[in-house]
């Protein structure tokens, strides 16, 4: 007899089906997310080298948190994070378009808002700014 007048039987039905769902939904994620990825690296490279007199427009941060685990010992309940920054530079080329690319810490800090120089690129893959003096 079921004490839960036919609830649990189908409690056992779906709750299997629902964390099915959601592996699939996960993993169709991460395989989407590959396949993106390799098509943008694989059209990049097929992209033309491209110097282009450019200046730099803006330049922005994305911080992402990341949360650990927990240990607890004793009193203490330490909770561990960390975080990552993602650095992105805009620059406007002669034609009036805007590039947004992603670009390392250090280059972050050397270019500033105003810099004018050359823009090198491929397809979507910043190769370098040469700031003119």
């Keep these: 007899m079921d004490p839960f007048g036919g609830f649990g039987s189908i409690m056992f039905t779906i709750i299997p089906l629902m964390v099915f769902m959601g ?25 033309p ?12 941060t994305d ?22 920054t993602t650095y992105y530079v805009t620059f ?11 670009v390392h810490d250090n280059e972050y800090g050397m270019l500033v808002e105003g810099d004018m120089g050359k823009l090198t690129f491929q397809g979507t893959r910043y190769l370098g700014f040469e700031r003119i003096k």
């Design 23 to 47: 592996f699939i939904f996960v993993f169709g994620m991460i395989i989407f997310s590959l396949v993106r990825g390799a098509t943008q690296w694989k059209k990049n490279n097929q992209s």
């Design 49 to 60: 080298i491209l110097t282009v007199p450019a200046a730099v427009v803006t330049k922005r």
């Design 63 to 84: 911080v992402h948190h990341h949360s650990h685990h927990h240990h607890n010992s004793g009193t203490n309940n330490i909770h561990h994070s960390s975080s990552s």
């Design 92 to 102: 406007e080329v002669e034609s009036g378009s805007r590039m947004e690319f992603h």
